[in-house]
Nanobody, 125 residues
Framework: QVQVVESGGGLVQAGGSLRLSCVAS???????????MGWYRQGPGKERELVAT???????RYTDSVKGRFTISGDMAKTTVYLQMDSLKREDTAVYYC????????????????WGQGTQVTVSS
């Protein structure tokens, strides 16, 4: 069974920073098959949206609203990713979810994307 755990959320004032961490764990064959990890978020009354992703080959992409402010990094050999969030705005308030993309030949599940339970980020004035 794949486990994905996020940490680092909290309350911060606008203009401040937070650093989120995510670790995926499970069977060694499954962990070795993970091809990418990423961050998504869901704000109040909004749909879940992609924030940033990174592949095992180091390819990175961001949604336009966070470019220049957020930085994704990771150690894919340790199935660990981070999200450095700077210059936070009130509109960044959301539950942030980490995902890991595995190969169902090696990872037990119904979908090749595995999710954490989320960590709350609240940006205040």
């Amino acid at each position: 069974q794949v486990q994905v755990v996020e940490s680092g959320g909290g309350l911060v004032q606008a203009g401040g920073s937070l650093r989120l961490s995510c670790v995926a764990s499970g069977d060694s064959a499954c962990m070795s098959s993970i091809s990418g990890m990423g961050w998504y978020r869901q704000g109040p009354g909004k749909e879940r949206e992609l924030v940033a992703t990174i592949t095992s080959g180091g390819r990175i992409r961001y949604t336009d609203s966070v470019k220049g402010r957020f930085t994704i990094s990771g150690d894919m050999a340790k199935t660990t990713v981070y999200l450095q969030m700077d210059s936070l705005k009130r509109e960044d308030t959301a539950v942030y979810y980490c995902s890991a993309d595995g190969d169902l030949r090696y990872c037990q599940g119904f979908d090749d994307k595995f999710w954490g339970q989320g960590t709350q980020v609240t940006v205040s004035s």
